[in-house]
RNA sequence: GCCCGGAUGGUGGAAUGGUAGACACGAGGGACUUAAAAUCCCUUGGCCUCGCGGCUGUGUGGGUUCGAGUCCCACUCCGGGUACCA
């Protein structure tokens, strides 16, 4: 009787949904586990097998969880906002929800044939006004709340407002960028407006003019995690910085606690580093410059301040807001050009040029406030204005980029810092500048003699003791640019009055998207949404026309999965206590700055909100590798229709040609359907090798173009979704990058028709009642372990070989007895789903094998009597020794010694050492 | 430039200081079959050898250790992140 994967995967799919065997419900009596996949966005072009990669691995151990006695939460939803479908809009005219929800049903039928134990009674979609008015929720209490930085947490805004009748500014330790500092005589003096200006210098959503990146091609700003090396992430446009009135988060307000989060959390060193770096703490100091003839002082950030006696310059970033003041009329039309210059180039023209130094004098001059020290003030555009306070104090002997300008400018270099052990030399002869901070001060007054670190902590001391500076950490994390000159996204539950924006009342949410005639902006270059009739609340203010971020709907999405439906509120208090938060969550590492990051963040407000009982989202992290594609090519003579095989191409001139990955089995070309493939290669010719073309390979992209896209759907045809599913897992550890090579799938298969056919034979179901042997039960236990063993550390691949193992043995034993073969089926069902519980079923069961419990080896029966010992001399191993394994260790030692073929390698020498480790290896020493 | 990964047969990979190459793919040989499919058996890192067996071997060069693919140092190459971040 065969092995029948069309007649079985089907049936029990359709049992799945029928009985909805995965269905979580809250339930305290038991211990809760929540799995979660980074869920997807619907492309058109549906699913190739990379995708279901990481939702393989995370099935497997979600219905591992369930074996072992928890109560498993594995939702599944669509992240289903996004450029592509709104982009297919501009083209076409189709809604981009037509095209949403097309492809939403396309990969809900792909998803569903790999068996997925998914309760998608919870699924939510971010296009669904039942579930953006969430979205929109949490951005109205964003907008109401300011940080105290002495509580580290967030606050209604109500609070900070009766603190500034009060107290004015001096009453809150706000995470601010109000440069004002305000009285409350001040405060209560101003109008609605004045108050809500200020105001907007305080709420942790907020509008205010920023340098955006821009790209003209899509018509949006980006965030700094959507912009890859000047170009946009999605779709490769150029990108511009310009200055423009958009809304933003302020996540930095967060950046410390951020960072510390890390460190309580399960997450790759890789991931945690590229957050560590991109969040970029640093510790240093601001110092404060005077400035020769002006009443303004410059501002300067450090790290170095032990450096300030090896200052020789000041540089300002160009959009500095002192430039125009500071500067010397003889001065102010380099000035100016420059600065309009550096202001005007592309942000990819000056990433190219970071090479090249350029800059101009002010004609103005800084006060060193250590020495009294006269320091010319310079713009150039390698300082930035976005970082630290945009102007720096220049210490090219001990900075290599202040060391290159002052070279280029032929300014002066002073050494501050000598390395251990050497002597103060000219720097005029230097090749660059000593940045490391190891050594001692010299040139450098009261600090001369102490080390680096001694003299930093040494002249914080002493600027903040006369008011000259102070000891500060600068973050290099940016506000998140929350706003998209968008259709397809959610509508900003915010109106305009008098020019200020106010959020609409909770329970006038969702604000739903409006239809418009066109998905373009108008003519006057606001966006879509400018063009929707009625955009306005009905006392007739000014709806919001930005749209927000794809972030925005994909930061909390895990939190509604607890509790989908509450029409109420965005989860209860119960369905979060009881889910907490994801236990194991899997995904992408090219979220690592974005998703990941505001995730984080969003949760972190929800819990100073007390909305959230857990302050991170998530507890496990596992980044699954790309799978890449295998690509195949054909050789062209040059100038000919004929194509050479691969190892006689280099006899030859050729061009390599993409072909169809479907046309290719094992290398080998299939001739006849590549002469059908295109009309121009139907009279091609072949110089074959052994009679058969082989094809060139190449691991690249998957893409349609490079004509290597392998989709799900044709394996699972062919072999099955738990042939597919076991493949996957076995191509190599999880976290791995790998080409996808549907060669190996074949030994997968095979593995499940042995695997049939040991509870079958020609006649049909056979399964004998009967005591199990010792071989038997051992085969078993050693499975079982492993098995445990192997999924504990997320090591996939290992337990289907350890599997194969299993299966192949108890062949070899032809071994049919129930109380073996039934916790095989119960190891083998988080991989390969369909068949378990066919054979469960057949075994006599008549509930799903969900519910049965995972199997426990016992140790006993896995001893053996003897251990067959290699034995080494000197680290090579020469032979082997069966000796039983309780023997003493002098025992073997003898055992050894007088061991027959230990003679030909004692010939002539002595022993020095017998090194005995029981159960693993004997090492002899001999000179 | 800086930070983080990685490099093992023809291929994917296994081996958490203790028998390198498990498990598969591919390849070669054989059995069964009228034939094919399916299935089963044998061989398969390289070199020397009829064989027994030996030598060699985890990117390169050193080191630690009785013993290193695994730990340490230096380097090469590949992949990813980030980049005038003061």
């Not at 640093?282 to 110092?287: F, N």
């Not at 203010?541 to 749209?547: A, H, K, M, S």
């Not at 372990?785 to 997320?794: G, L, P």
């Amino acid at each position: 009787m065969d092995y029948n994967f069309r007649e079985i995967e089907p049936r029990w799919r359709k049992y799945w949904a029928e009985h909805k065997t995965y269905r979580a419900t809250e339930d305290p009596s038991r211990p809760k586990y929540y799995v979660l996949d980074m869920f997807p966005y619907p492309s058109g072009a549906g699913l190739h097998v990379g995708h279901p990669l990481g939702y393989i691995a995370s099935d497997i151990y979600a219905r591992y969880m369930r074996h072992r006695g928890y109560n498993v939460l594995h939702p599944m939803g669509y992240d289903a906002y996004g450029l592509p479908a709104e982009q297919y809009a501009i083209q076409t005219g189709t809604h981009p929800a037509l095209t949403t929800a097309r492809n939403i049903e396309r990969y809900r039928e792909q998803l569903d044939k790999l068996g997925f134990s998914y309760d998608w009674d919870r699924e939510v979609q971010t296009c669904d006004p039942a579930y953006y008015q969430w979205t929109q929720w949490t951005f109205i209490r964003l907008f109401h709340s300011w940080y105290d930085t002495s509580l580290d947490k967030a606050r209604p805004l109500e609070e900070l407002e009766a603190i500034f009748r009060v107290s004015g500014a001096q009453g809150a330790r706000a995470f601010h960028t109000c440069v004002w500092d305000f009285t409350a005589a001040d405060w209560n003096g101003l109008n609605e407006n004045g108050r809500q200006e200020l105001l907007m210098h305080f709420r942790l959503a907020y509008l205010a003019d920023t340098w955006v990146n821009w790209c003209p091609a899509l018509g949006t700003v980006l965030a700094n995690d959507e912009v890859k090396d000047g170009f946009s992430e999605r779709g490769g446009h150029p990108v511009e910085r310009k200055r423009m009135k958009q809304w933003s988060l302020r996540i930095t307000a967060y950046a410390q606690r951020l960072l510390d989060g890390l460190d309580r959390i399960d997450w790759s060193d890789s991931i945690k580093e590229m957050q560590r770096n991109w969040i970029g703490r640093s510790e240093g100091a601001t110092v404060m410059f005077s400035i020769e003839g002006h009443e303004e002082k410059i501002e300067v950030f450090t790290t170095r301040p032990d450096t300030l006696f090896g200052a020789t310059f000041m540089v300002l970033a160009p959009e500095h807001e002192l430039v125009a003041r500071i500067t010397a009329p003889e001065q102010r039309e380099e000035v100016e050009r420059y600065a309009s210059w550096a202001r005007n180039r592309s942000e990819r023209e000056r990433m190219a040029e970071v090479k090249q130094v350029s800059g101009v004098f002010t004609g103005a001059y800084g006060i060193n406030p250590l020495n009294g020290e006269a320091l010319p003030v310079w713009i150039a555009d390698y300082v930035l204005a976005g970082y630290g306070t945009g102007a720096i104090m220049a210490v090219p002997g001990h900075d290599s980029r202040d060391f290159s300008f002052a070279r280029h400018f032929g300014l002066p270099i002073r050494q501050v810092v000598v390395a251990p052990g050497d002597q103060p030399t000219d720097p005029a002869g230097w090749e660059d500048s000593y940045d490391s901070k190891e050594g001692k001060m010299v040139n450098s007054g009261m600090l001369d003699g102490m080390d680096v670190k001694a003299a930093i902590r040494a002249t914080i001391e002493y600027l903040e003791d006369r008011q000259l500076g102070t000891g500060r950490v600068n973050y290099r994390l940016r506000d998140a640019i929350f706003s998209r000159q968008r259709y397809w996204g959610e509508p900003f539950p915010v109106y305009y009055k008098d020019g200020m924006p106010y959020t609409l009342p909770e329970d006038q949410l969702p604000l739903e998207l409006p239809p418009v005639d066109k998905y373009l902006p108008t003519e006057s270059g606001d966006p879509p949404l400018a063009r929707a009739k009625n955009w306005h609340t009905p006392e007739g203010y000014p709806l919001e026309t930005n749209t927000m971020p794809g972030f925005a709907g994909s930061s909390g999405y895990y939190l509604r999965y607890m509790d989908p439906r509450n029409t109420q509120a965005y989860f209860s208090p119960e369905a979060n206590a009881y889910w907490r938060n994801v236990d194991l969550y899997i995904g992408g590492d090219e979220h690592a700055t974005g998703h990941l990051l505001y995730s984080r963040f969003w949760n972190k407000f929800l819990y100073d909100l007390g909305l959230v009982c857990e302050d991170e989202p998530f507890r496990k992290l596992i980044n699954q590798g790309k799978i890449q594609g295998r690509s195949s090519f054909v050789y062209r003579i040059s100038g000919t229709n004929t194509f050479v095989s691969r190892n006689l191409r280099n006899d030859h001139e050729t061009q390599a040609l993409h072909v169809d990955i479907n046309m290719v089995h094992n290398d080998e070309l299939d001739l006849e359907a590549f002469r059908q493939w295109r009309p121009e290669f139907s009279t091609a010719g072949f110089i074959l090798e052994d009679g058969k073309y082989l094809c060139g390979y190449e691991v690249e992209k998957m893409s349609k173009s490079k004509h290597n896209v392998q989709s799900p759907d044709e394996l699972v045809e062919r072999y099955g979704a738990d042939t597919l599913r076991l493949y996957e897992m076995f191509l190599g550890p999880l976290t791995d990058h790998k080409p996808w090579d549907t060669n190996g799938i074949e030994g997968v298969f095979r593995f499940m028709k042995k695997l049939w056919r040991l509870f079958h034979d020609e006649a049909g179901f056979s399964v004998a009642d009967g005591d199990p042997t010792e071989a038997e039960l051992k085969v078993l236990h050693k499975t079982i372990k492993k098995v445990s063993e192997d999924i504990e550390r997320f090591s996939f691949n290992t337990v289907v070989s350890t599997l194969m193992i299993c299966v192949n043995e108890l062949g070899d034993l032809r071994c049919r007895k129930r109380t073996i073969l039934e916790p095989l089926v119960v190891l083998l069902s988080p991989y390969a789903p369909h068949i378990a519980e066919e054979l469960w079923q057949k075994l006599g069961h008549s509930s799903s094998v969900t519910g049965a419990v995972f199997p426990t080896y016992d140790e006993a029966l896995l001893q053996e009597a003897s251990f067959e010992y290699p034995v080494s001399f000197n680290g090579k191993l020469r032979f082997k020794l069966n000796l039983p394994v309780d023997m003493p260790v002098p025992a073997i030692e003898e055992a050894v010694r007088t061991a027959p073929q230990a003679g030909k390698w004692l010939e002539g020498l002595s022993i020095r050492k017998i090194i005995v480790v029981p159960g693993k290896i004997i090492n002899v020493v001999v000179s």
